[in-house]
């Protein structure tokens, strides 16, 4: 999950729990995640995103 969520094409929605997908939502909402892409599946970070991965996949692990 550390290393797919930094690639290009995202990591899969589907091996995140419930927190997880409201994580992603969240990401997206404080422009950290593309919507488009969250909408077909996959966490993809924005550029901003991308300087704050390590805070955006902190939030999408589970507790």
Known sequence: MLLEVRLAEGLDVGVLDEDGRKAAQQAVDDGLAELDALERGRV???????LL???????LLPT
Do not use: K, P, S
């Open 53 to 59: 991965a390590d805070a955006v996949v902190r939030d």
């Open 44 to 50: 993809v970070l924005t550029r901003r995103g991308r």
